[in-house]
């Protein structure tokens, strides 16, 4: 489903930030990237989508060069979930939850109706919190409305950059387990990156082990955590 071909990314500055990587997610899989910070994850994740370009090689989604793919409709394939999840400050819950439907264009009823099913999806009650503000949510609840965002127009792809990041222990684990939920039931195929090697086992169907620029590990989670 999403295929890396010999991919390297050289920034204007120089730094090389991703070398010669080859990495092949298989769809409904959920891969995990994991490295220290630096090592060239989120560059990896940013190429998907087009928001950066790869100085060399290729990246193909569904059999697709997505070099020959305009960068709005790749992002209509592709849920993106991030830290901060970057939900409008001015906009209720329900209005973020459809930010994706509206752009399509879709009727404000449809759009409504819509954002209520997939604040359920993420176990958040839409009469409680479709109407609140991002700043009157706990983060872990903001990190939920991020990942019904990214599900609005029932993208194939989710690519989720450290979304638990920024929430406590308990939260966080608690997210796992709903996300994992989750995918059991929608397969998306996911790219999520982490620098919490826990996170990466716990979640990853398969992991990627990152070191500088490159993957220096791609294996089941057993397999990861028995290497020496
Ligand atoms: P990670 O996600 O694993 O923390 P990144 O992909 O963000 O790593 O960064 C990989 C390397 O590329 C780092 O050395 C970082 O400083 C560098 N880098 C990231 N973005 C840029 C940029 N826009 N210009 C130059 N170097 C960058
Ligand atoms: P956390 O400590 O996990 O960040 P908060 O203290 O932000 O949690 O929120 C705790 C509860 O109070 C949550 O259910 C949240 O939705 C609610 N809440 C937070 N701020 C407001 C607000 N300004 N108005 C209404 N409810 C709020």
Redesign the pocket.
Known sequence: MIRFENVT?R????????EGLSLEVAEGELVT?V????????????MVNRL?EPTQGRILVAGEDIAGVEPVELRRRMGYVIQQTGLFPHRTVLDNTATVPHLLGWSKARRRERARELLDLVGLDPSVFGDRYPDQLSGGQRQRVGVARALAADPPVLLM??PFGAVDPVVREHLQTEFLRLQSRLHKTVLF?T?DIEEAVRLGDRIAV?G??RIEQFDRPAAVLGAP
């Open positions: 990314k920034y204007p500055d120089g730094t090389v930030a991703v990237l490295g220290p910070s630096g090592c060239g994850k989120t560059t990896t994740m940013k950066i950059d450290e990156v620098h990152y500088e620029g």
